[in-house]
């Protein structure tokens, strides 16, 4: 329910011109001063807080004159940055269980000291939150090798049925890291990590990983050494349901998806994924989710796909697949039926883009690398015409770079 209600509620990120205005305010990290468990709290509130000392306070309704529940319903249909702006109850309201959430963007984070870390970007408060951290396996993933510091290990993510899961990473020996999916709910009453079910294939270093109708989607990828039957494998798994087994998939017709971590985009019931990372020639794959079949990409698509992709979630309105052209600096857009990318913004600062996530008519990539996130605007807006959409950013947590990003609900908070 947390996905379905979050794709219905665009992204409340402000618009460049705020973002230049007031980039303290936005930009608060987890480490920054935020009282009241992240409320921002007014000269009025702290002057009412230093009188009420020691005294009970009566429960603030809601609406006065109303039962919470009901309250609920009224205020569910308000744009969260209206509620956050009223009073602590409406923005308590914000972060509680039963209350639509926005949608945040959550980065898998490389720390100046090597390690990985996770932190969600609240798009409301303006302001970067740590995740707790996971329960990593002995010995952890990595992503760098002191044999190989000028290429980051990939540490791959997908965004599935409102959770972030991790699939598959490297140990500093070059093994695989992960014999099951981790995964973040951050719906939960106290968001926190799991382990999924064991994968029913060999563990992976490297696949085509992504999200399909809700389910996590593997394909591909190599072990420890390159295996025949690993790299033509895959399988699909509901988060959702974390008892249930994976489902194996019908094996790939070849191995070539065993030489990078690539992306698995889905839209129109079609699973999309290209052979390699970056601009270079490579072969694309298309997974039929209906037929259950493998079939040729588009060669429109396959020509066209230049650097990351990815689209919104399966339950959205829209499962568009964006891709970043690196070399240009431009946002394209794919369509079925002309088998032809369009460009939705071309910009110097989207150059060398390395990651993306797409959820509430937003792109957002990582650029500059990983010092910041670049967010464009995609939502259709009548009268705009030819006008270039807008386009901002978010600074990355200090002293991190974002490695990877997805779009999913905001996490719980506490009463």
Same mark, same amino acid.
């Given at each position: 329910?947390?996905?379905?209600?979050?794709?219905?509620?665009?992204?409340?990120?402000?618009?460049?011109?705020?973002?230049?205005?007031?980039?303290?305010?936005?930009?608060?990290?987890?480490?920054?001063?935020?009282?009241?468990?992240?409320?921002?709290?007014?000269?009025?509130?702290?002057?009412?807080?230093?009188?009420?000392?020691?005294?009970?306070?009566?429960?603030?309704?809601?609406?006065?004159?109303?039962?919470?529940?009901?309250?609920?319903?009224?205020?569910?249909?308000?744009?969260?940055?209206?509620?956050?702006?009223?009073?602590?109850?409406?923005?308590?309201?914000?972060?509680?269980?039963?209350?639509?959430?926005?949608?945040?963007?959550?980065?898998?984070?490389?720390?100046?000291?090597?390690?990985?870390?996770?932190?969600?970007?609240?798009?409301?408060?303006?302001?970067?939150?740590?995740?707790?951290?996971?329960?990593?396996?002995?010995?952890?993933?990595?992503?760098?090798?002191?044999?190989?510091?000028?290429?980051?290990?990939?540490?791959?993510?997908?965004?599935?049925?409102?959770?972030?899961?991790?699939?598959?990473?490297?140990?500093?020996?070059?093994?695989?890291?992960?014999?099951?999916?981790? @995964?973040? +709910? =951050? $719906? #939960? !009453?106290?968001?926190? %990590?799991?382990?999924? &079910?064991?994968?029913?294939?060999?563990?992976?270093?490297?696949?085509?990983?992504?999200?399909?109708?809700?389910?996590?989607?593997?394909?591909?990828?190599?072990?420890?050494?390159?295996?025949?039957?690993?790299?033509?494998?895959?399988? @699909?798994? +509901? =988060? $959702? #349901? !974390?008892?249930?087994? %994976?489902?194996?998939? &019908?094996?790939?017709?070849?191995?070539?998806?065993?030489?990078?971590?690539?992306?698995?985009?889905?839209?129109?019931?079609?699973?999309?994924?290209?052979?390699?990372?970056?601009?270079?020639?490579?072969?694309?794959?298309?997974?039929?989710?209906?037929?259950?079949?493998?079939?040729?990409?588009?060669?429109?698509?396959?020509?066209?796909?230049?650097?990351?992709?990815?689209?919104?979630?399966?339950?959205?309105?829209?499962?568009?697949?964006?891709?970043?052209?690196?070399?240009?600096?431009?946002?394209?857009?794919?369509?079925?039926?002309?088998?032809?990318?369009?460009?939705?913004?071309?910009?110097?600062?989207?150059?060398?883009?390395?990651?993306?996530?797409?959820?509430?008519?937003?792109?957002?990539?990582?650029?500059?690398?990983?010092?910041?996130?670049?967010?464009?605007?995609?939502?259709?807006?009548?009268?705009?015409?030819?006008?270039?959409?807008?386009?901002?950013?978010?600074?990355?947590?200090?002293?991190?770079?974002?490695?990877?990003?997805?779009?999913?609900?905001?996490?719980?908070?506490?009463?």
């Amino acid at each position: 329910m947390a996905a379905t209600a979050a794709a219905k509620r665009p992204c409340c990120w402000p618009p460049a011109a705020a973002a230049a205005a007031e980039p303290n305010k936005r930009h608060r990290t987890a480490g920054a001063a935020a009282p009241m468990d992240g409320d921002f709290v007014t000269a009025d509130d702290a002057a009412a807080a230093v009188q009420s000392q020691g005294q009970p306070q009566p429960k603030q309704p809601l609406l006065p004159g109303l039962p919470d529940h009901l309250a609920q319903l009224c205020l569910s249909p308000l744009q969260p940055r209206l509620m956050q702006a009223v009073c602590r109850p409406w923005r308590r309201l914000l972060y509680s269980p039963s209350f639509p959430p926005f949608l945040s963007l959550y980065a898998v984070l490389d720390d100046a000291d090597g390690g990985v870390s996770f932190s969600a970007y609240d798009t409301v408060a303006g302001r970067w939150d740590e995740l707790p951290p996971p329960p990593m396996p002995s010995p952890p993933p990595k992503l760098w090798h002191p044999s190989f510091l000028s290429r980051r290990l990939p540490l791959q993510s997908v965004a599935a049925a409102g959770r972030l899961v991790l699939v598959a990473g490297s140990t500093q020996s070059l093994h695989p890291a992960l014999s099951r999916p981790v @995964v973040f +709910d =951050p $719906a #939960a !009453p106290t968001p926190r %990590w799991q382990l999924g &079910p064991r994968f029913p294939f060999a563990p992976r270093r490297w696949c085509a990983a992504g999200a399909a109708r809700g389910r996590v989607f593997i394909a591909g990828g190599v072990g420890a050494g390159y295996d025949a039957n690993d790299a033509r494998s895959g399988a @699909v798994w +509901d =988060p $959702a #349901a !974390p008892s249930a087994p %994976w489902e194996p998939l &019908p094996p790939l017709r070849d191995g070539r998806f065993s030489r990078d971590a690539a992306e698995a985009v889905c839209s129109g019931g079609k699973v999309c994924m290209v052979s390699l990372r970056g601009s270079g020639a490579k072969e694309g794959a298309v997974f039929d989710l209906r037929a259950a079949r493998w079939e040729d990409m588009p060669p429109g698509m396959v020509a066209g796909w230049k650097g990351p992709a990815a689209a919104a979630s399966s339950d959205s309105s829209d499962e568009t697949i964006y891709v970043v052209d690196e070399e240009r600096g431009a946002l394209i857009a794919y369509d079925w039926a002309t088998d032809r990318w369009r460009t939705v913004a071309e910009s110097e600062r989207l150059k060398g883009a390395a990651e993306m996530a797409v959820g509430g008519g937003r792109v957002c990539m990582v650029a500059g690398g990983g010092e910041k996130v670049i967010v464009v605007d995609v939502t259709p807006k009548a009268g705009r015409g030819s006008a270039a959409p807008r386009m901002w950013e978010v600074a990355a947590p200090a002293g991190k770079r974002v490695v990877a990003l997805h779009v999913l609900p905001r996490m719980t908070r506490a009463e």
